[in-house]
């Protein structure tokens, strides 16, 4: 019998509107009755913080866990040194850094995640919040919802995508969907800034330029897009300094790991104006205190705040994907036959599997 612990959000009433919300607690993924029926055990909960959690208690004797990026149950060397059993973990979603990779390649611990499965939820998140800042939607849509009713207003602060210069940082499976998406809004230059280049095929396909510095990117930039991991080399790289190389009045979306913004640079920022508007969808800490800034910034003008919860990459689509996706990690592990999707795979065998996390990384 293998005994396998699952972290995940609570989904109360929702959960029974919508049984296809595999992420949420009540539905577990929907590999219960099949763990079950194998002789394994299944523990699911959301309690994950401090010393007395549920995960705490129960981790030290799983030998599967399963987490996942929009609750994460952090997964800290601590957790994993008291976890004696532990071989197998398994994000459902995609994006490893609520894991110590250094302590489980220690203990040749195996950490894979469901790559692919919510990209193109995400690319769509990205290009949505995009408009939503650049197009002023939202102090407009409150206006509406407040009873008001004032078109000069909302208008000052609303501008076209076409005609802008629209760039990534980070140029992976993300990167490359939210390229392909922007082109049919005829901007004026796409921009890339990445580790590894794409071939001159890719980057001609999506009509899109190479800049090798960071800096140069974004002081050329109306809009900037954070679509790289969150790994040694990119925690807190956006922060006062880079936003002060940000062209005065750029729009800023980050729906990769809310770590890689300094959440009280971003904040001063957008107050000041330098930046006209912040958006996305991750946090840190999640779930995000009541006095986390991010949740009421504004520009001068009172907007510019496109922030919603963690749920670019848990559309219904993907959390169909990544539920199945699990259940395929797992049940390799069982055959013990190690043939793992080769994407999937974060770390094996005490090794990085993968080019996306380490501290060599720049985005």
Same mark, same amino acid.
């Given at each position: 019998?293998?005994?396998?612990?699952?972290?995940?959000?609570? #989904?109360?009433? +929702?959960?029974?509107?919508?049984?296809?919300?595999?992420?949420?607690?009540?539905?577990?993924?929907?590999?219960?009755?099949?763990?079950?029926?194998?002789?394994?055990?299944?523990?699911?909960?959301?309690?994950?913080?401090?010393?007395?959690?549920?995960?705490?208690?129960?981790?030290?004797?799983?030998?599967?866990?399963?987490?996942?990026?929009?609750?994460?149950?952090?997964?800290?060397?601590?957790?994993?040194?008291?976890?004696?059993? $532990?071989?197998?973990?398994?994000?459902?979603?995609?994006?490893?850094?609520?894991?110590? $990779?250094? %302590?489980? !390649?220690?203990?040749?611990?195996?950490?894979?995640?469901?790559?692919?499965? !919510?990209?193109?939820?995400?690319?769509? +998140?990205?290009?949505?919040?995009? =408009?939503?800042?650049?197009?002023?939607?939202? *102090?407009?849509?409150?206006?509406?919802?407040?009873?008001?009713?004032?078109?000069?207003?909302?208008?000052? /602060?609303?501008?076209?995508?076409?005609?802008?210069?629209?760039?990534?940082? #980070?140029?992976?499976?993300?990167?490359? @969907?939210?390229?392909?998406? $922007?082109?049919?809004?005829?901007?004026?230059?796409?921009?890339?800034?990445?580790?590894?280049? =794409?071939?001159?095929?890719?980057?001609?396909?999506?009509?899109?330029?190479?800049?090798?510095?960071?800096?140069?990117?974004?002081?050329?930039?109306?809009?900037?897009?954070?679509?790289?991991?969150?790994?040694?080399?990119?925690?807190?790289?956006?922060?006062?300094?880079?936003?002060?190389?940000?062209?005065?009045? &750029?729009?800023?979306?980050?729906?990769?790991?809310?770590?890689?913004?300094?959440?009280?640079?971003?904040? &001063? &920022?957008?107050?000041?104006?330098? $930046? @006209?508007?912040?958006?996305?969808?991750?946090?840190? *800490?999640?779930?995000?205190?009541? /006095?986390?800034?991010?949740?009421?910034? @504004?520009?001068?003008?009172?907007?510019? !705040?496109?922030?919603?919860?963690?749920?670019?990459?848990?559309?219904?689509?993907?959390?169909? @994907?990544?539920?199945?996706?699990?259940? !395929?990690?797992?049940?390799?592990?069982?055959?013990?036959?190690?043939?793992?999707?080769?994407?999937?795979?974060?770390?094996?065998?005490?090794?990085? %599997?993968?080019? %996306?996390?380490? &501290?060599?990384?720049?985005?």
């Amino acid at each position: 019998m293998v005994k396998v612990l699952a972290v995940l959000y609570k #989904g109360g009433q +929702h959960a029974k509107d919508e049984p296809r919300m595999y992420g949420c607690l009540e539905n577990e993924l929907g590999i219960r009755e099949w763990l079950e029926s194998h002789g394994h055990s299944y523990v699911t909960t959301d309690s994950k913080e401090g010393a007395d959690s549920v995960l705490d208690r129960e981790i030290v004797d799983a030998e599967i866990v399963i987490t996942t990026p929009f609750h994460p149950g952090y997964i800290t060397r601590e957790r994993i040194e008291k976890a004696k059993n $532990l071989k197998l973990l398994v994000t459902a979603g995609v994006g490893s850094d609520h894991i110590d $990779l250094a %302590a489980a !390649n220690e203990r040749k611990v195996t950490v894979a995640e469901v790559t692919g499965s !919510n990209v193109t939820s995400v690319a769509e +998140h990205v290009v949505m919040t995009i =408009l939503a800042l650049v197009r002023n939607f939202v *102090p407009a849509h409150e206006q509406i919802i407040n009873n008001e009713w004032d078109v000069a207003a909302a208008a000052k /602060n609303s501008f076209d995508l076409e005609g802008k210069i629209i760039a990534t940082i #980070g140029a992976g499976r993300i990167g490359q @969907r939210v390229l392909k998406r $922007l082109i049919a809004f005829e901007p004026k230059e796409l921009l890339y800034y990445d580790y590894q280049g =794409l071939s001159p095929e890719l980057e001609k396909e999506l009509n899109v330029r190479r800049v090798d510095s960071l800096e140069e990117l974004v002081s050329m930039a109306d809009v900037v897009t954070v679509n790289c991991p969150l790994h040694e080399s990119t925690y807190g790289l956006v922060n006062k300094d880079l936003l002060a190389k940000f062209k005065k009045g &750029a729009w800023l979306v980050n729906t990769a790991r809310g770590a890689i913004c300094v959440k009280e640079d971003v904040a &001063a &920022a957008l107050k000041s104006g330098h $930046l @006209r508007g912040y958006g996305g969808d991750v946090w840190f *800490p999640q779930p995000a205190p009541a /006095n986390h800034p991010w949740r009421d910034m @504004r520009n001068p003008y009172g907007g510019g !705040n496109a922030m919603t919860p963690h749920i670019s990459g848990t559309s219904i689509d993907a959390q169909v @994907r990544y539920a199945q996706g699990t259940k !395929n990690i797992i049940e390799t592990y069982f055959k013990g036959t190690k043939d793992y999707r080769p994407q999937d795979l974060i770390v094996i065998d005490g090794q990085y %599997a993968t080019r %996306a996390y380490g &501290a060599d990384k720049k985005a």
